[in-house]
């Protein structure tokens, strides 16, 4: 099972960042482990459960630390640049 998860969020992450903006990711990853800690913590044992959340954490935050800070720091250029010319 953890394998299984493992695979599903490490994709979805890639997934989700080439789509959405770095703030939305991070909402996301905040509803999935509130969903998958809801979803899970109905069958799982506390320490198994503890497990899964830490491998999901993992693979929405961890695994993509670099591409979310470059995300992060492209889209404060973008922003401050389309200031720029409003300005």
Do not use: N, P
Request: glycine share 2%; charged share 25%; hydrophobic share 40%.
């Amino acid at each position: 099972m953890l394998e299984e998860a493992a695979s599903y969020y490490s994709q979805l992450a890639l997934e989700l960042l080439c789509c959405i903006s770095y703030a939305d990711f991070i909402r996301k990853v905040v509803w999935l482990l509130i969903q998958e800690q809801e979803r899970a913590g109905q069958y799982l044992k506390q320490a198994s459960l503890e497990k899964l959340l830490e491998i999901v954490k993992w693979k929405l935050m961890g695994e993509t630390t670099q591409v979310l800070i470059q995300k992060q720091k492209s889209e404060s250029r973008d922003t401050a640049t389309y200031q720029d010319l409003l300005s």
